[in-house]
DNA sequence: ATAGTATATGAGCATGTGTTCATATACTAT
DNA sequence: ATAGTATATGAACACATGCTCATATACTAT
């Protein structure tokens, strides 16, 4: 066994990845944040076009806005939600488009 | 709201993202990818390096193994374990990278 | 006020996940 | 052969996850 020296991560730099790659491993939100990454979406509309319930897309854009990956504006009773983090929008493009050149 | 066209993404697509990112979705896997990063490891190395069990380490290997994230080589007894997804490790340390420097 | 619309939220449920414990396998050394 | 070592694997269990259903909230229109 080698005996190198490691650079160890800190548990709170673990735990937050671990939190991003979470938040980008379900297909649902996915779907999602790659729509509002190409246009601000109202829920209504992720629901159409996703082909989702209201309350399966309300449930995560709840979780995605806890994590602060997407934020919104009312505008009366219409939710208009956008990514609120491009380094995450980045790194899901650069997976999608990795994929699909393969 | 607006009537753009959207650019769609196949379901393999989306399975298949999702899946690297369950894959990175979690403190321990994220561990393991990272120490293999950094050099070749034995099973047991990882055990005492992590102080993980060596069960759940094996466990997650196997894991790992069935996404083709990590290849091993024999040497008697010993099992060496490495990468075998370089774009995925990029992706990590990128993340990795992105949180440290906040 | 009343009804309608858009979204959020809580409970419940089925399924998935990550661990431990026990045991199997495969090799090494004596 | 036998004991020891390194790793893999299956079962079981606790907990997390993502959905649906029912309902609440907050605004709009009449």
Do not use: W
Not at 6 to 21: G, K, Q, Y
Not at 52 to 79: D, I, P, W, Y
């Amino acid at each position: 066994m080698k005996q190198q020296e490691h650079h160890f991560l800190l548990p709170a730099t673990v735990d937050e990845a671990s939190r991003i790659f979470k938040a980008l491993g379900d297909p649902t939100r996915i779907k999602i944040l790659y729509l509002l990454s190409q246009e601000e979406c109202s829920v209504s509309h992720i629901t159409e076009v996703l082909e989702l319930t209201q309350s399966a897309v309300s449930h995560q854009l709840s979780f995605l806005r806890n994590l602060r990956l997407v934020k919104f504006r009312r505008e009366g009773n219409t939710f208009y939600y956008t990514f609120d983090d491009e380094h995450v929008i980045t790194i899901l493009n650069q997976v999608l488009t990795h994929i699909e050149c393969d």
